[in-house]
């Protein structure tokens, strides 16, 4: 004789979700009608009243969720009296699923509508200081512009970067006694780079060059001094990005492979590299992304960049919306990029699997 | 002269005396195999002869030549010693015909096609030709060894040092990749195993070295060890070996 155990309990859960659901729907409407009473606009009104609609249709399938785990809840009651353990069991679990479903909705429908009431708040006063849609749109196509000297930046310096960090990891690994030196220099010029602030080294470079005299270098002009700054800053956050991928290798790799005779040089090529590099590919996009931020302090040495022109535009409009802009852009050549590493990723990960 | 002489080799990790005074002749064609409790020194002593630890006294002759001390090309030296560890290591990011040819291609300068040709060729003799195309981590761990294996002899070495090889493998794995291994003997390899299957040594091995704290303590032929041993410890050993029920 068995003796089924009993279902889980769900009514309390069920009713605590349909609770919140209905606060939920009242606090978005009470609070989207007071925010909006405040708002002269009627454009930012009209817009206001479109948000309280979309708030109040979430929380409605909000409530709908809990209701229905409600209403399995009650059906897991009937079926435990009618004795169906099994059946009530699984109602139950239903009914608990409903109800987590509600709490996740009702907090993210929460956050997403406080997001937007910020805007909205003290007649939109947050809107007009940064999202004035004329503003962005006047300044988008020049700040556009000149956003291409970012993007060269990053690039230019991105691939400078993946060299210079790689000889700089090397160096710092490079065994013996006669890789001494080597290896003190290396880490000498990693610490350094890693210690001073991005900024004061493309101020150095970009003011103190062009007073050197030195040949070639003191003409370059203000970009090349940008990549040659963002470029030896970065190499040593890189090297260091190489050199955890490489020091993560077992080291029966190692031994694998100077047991069938490769050298130290060959085996960190054919069989360290190649491996490590797919295990850095994450921290190196970080860094990349990190850099591609920095190209914006080039303003500090005068390069009219996507930042540089925007703060033009907000001068001369004592308005930040052009800012905004800037940073929508950065965002929008971001993302693609964290989406591409991930399915590289992904399909690395499939290759290996499934041949 | 025999073709690996060890002499009087001595190594220390830091403070820990592991290898105290080893002298062994290893004849071409030999099957020599090491046995010893765990932490006894047979790793150690395997990869003081290719020279992946580097030794603090004594010397290591190959062929004739010695290959211990300053001024050896040691990466000719494991090209003519090849080794084969109890964890594998097959170069994960590689299909097993690469993991195979890459020496040959990138070390003996042969031809790609050749050698991949040739990596087929040894596969079929493990019967892993149908593996040729597949990563390590989609093989099971015996068929990673035989791999390893291959790896080892597709480098044409003169002798092999075999590092427990069955020892990460599940019991339903090891008579597959031993198999082999009495295939290699058969052909005449020069091999030097630490092993722990005693029947399998006793089988293949022409001399049996018995190793405990970093001394040999006896060697001779399998039948002697094994059937009428003179050290006390050395029986002592057999036998715990015998109640774990691998004898
Ligand atoms: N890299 C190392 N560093 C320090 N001690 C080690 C190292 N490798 C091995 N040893 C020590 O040397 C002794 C012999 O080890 P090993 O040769 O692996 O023995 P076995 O293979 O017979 O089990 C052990 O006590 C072990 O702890
Ligand atoms: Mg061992």
């Known amino acids: ?121 003290n007649d939109g006063n947050i809107q007009r200081t940064f999202l004035r849609g004329d503003l962005m749109a006047g300044s988008a196509l020049d700040i556009a512009r000149a956003f291409i000297v970012n993007i060269r930046l990053a690039l230019i310096s991105g691939v ?64 090349w001094f940008a990549i040659l700054a963002l470029s030896l800053t970065y190499s040593a956050y890189v090297a260091e990005v190489y050199r955890s991928g490489i020091a993560s290798i077992h080291p029966s790799q190692w031994a694998a492979s100077r047991s069938l005779g490769f050298s130290y040089l060959q085996t960190l090529r054919f069989f360290i590299l190649p491996q490590a590099m797919r295990l850095v590919i994450p921290p190196m996009l970080s860094t990349f992304i990190a850099l591609q931020k920095d190209t914006s302090l080039v303003n500090v040495i005068g390069t009219l960049d996507a930042f540089n022109q925007a703060k033009f535009y907000a001068s001369s409009t004592f308005n930040l919306s052009s800012v905004t802009v800037v940073a929508i852009l950065f965002v929008i050549i971001t993302i693609p990029q964290t989406r591409f590493v991930d399915w590289m990723l992904e399909r690395g990960a499939n290759r290996r699997k499934g041949a | 002269m025999a073709f690996i002489e060890l002499s009087g080799i001595e190594k220390s990790y830091s403070n820990h005396h592991v290898l105290k005074g080893i002298d062994l002749d290893v004849e071409k064609h030999q099957v020599v195999t090491l046995i010893g409790a765990s932490g006894s020194g047979k790793s150690t002593l395997l990869r003081c002869i290719n020279a992946l630890e580097t030794i603090d006294s004594g010397t290591v002759s190959v062929d004739g030549d010695v290959v211990s001390g300053p001024g050896v090309d040691l990466d000719r030296l494991r090209r003519k010693v090849g080794m084969v560890f109890q964890s594998f290591n097959l170069f994960p990011h590689m299909t097993v015909e690469d993991n195979i040819a890459v020496g040959p291609v990138r070390l003996l300068g042969e031809d790609p096609d050749a050698a991949l040709r040739r990596a087929r060729e040894l596969l079929e003799r493990v019967n892993l030709a149908h593996r040729a195309r597949y ?113």
Request: charged share 15%.
């Open chain 1, 160 to 223: 400078i970067v993946l060299v210079f960090g790689l000889v700089l990891a090397i160096a710092r690994m490079i065994p013996g006694k006669a890789g001494a030196p080597v290896r003190f220099l290396a880490v000498a010029y990693i610490d350094l780079m890693r210690a001073v602030p991005a900024i004061i080294v493309l101020y150095l470079i970009g003011f103190g060059l062009p007073l050197t005299n030195l040949p070639v270098l003191s003409g370059l002009n203000a970009e």
């Open chain 2, 135 to 247: 990563y390590p981590d989609q093989l099971s761990g015996g068929q990673q060894q035989r791999v390893a294996i291959v790896r080892a002899i597709a480098m044409r070495p003169e002798a092999l040092l075999l590092d427990e090889i069955t020892s990460a493998l599940d019991p339903e794995l090891v008579a597959e990749v031993l198999n082999i291994v009495r295939d290699l003997a058969r052909d005449g390899m020069t091999m030097i195993l630490a092993t722990h299957e005693m029947q399998f040594a006793r089988e293949v091995s022409d001399v049996v070295v018995f190793l405990e704290q970093g001394k040999l303590l006896e060697k001779g032929p399998p039948e002697q060890i094994f059937g009428e041993p003179k050290e006390e410890r050395t029986r002592a050993f057999l036998k715990q070996i015998i109640e774990a029920g691998r004898l």
């Open chain 1, 1 to 121: 004789m068995t003796t089924l155990s009993p279902a889980p309990r769900s009514r309390g859960l069920a009713v605590f979700a349909t609770l919140l659901a209905i606060a939920l729907l009242v606090a978005v409407a009470v609070v989207g009608e007071a925010v909006r009473a405040g708002i002269t606009s009627p454009q930012l009104s009209a817009f206001g009243a479109w948000v309280m609609a979309a708030g109040l249709a979430l929380g409605g399938v909000t409530l709908w969720t809990a209701v229905n785990g409600l209403r399995c809840s009650f059906q897991s009651g009937r079926e435990a009296a009618a004795n169906e353990i099994l059946a009530s069991r699984a109602s139950a679990a239903q009914s608990r699923q409903h109800s987590f479903i509600t709490f996740g909705l009702a907090f993210a429908v929460l956050i997403g509508f406080a997001l937007v009431q910020l805007v909205l708040i």
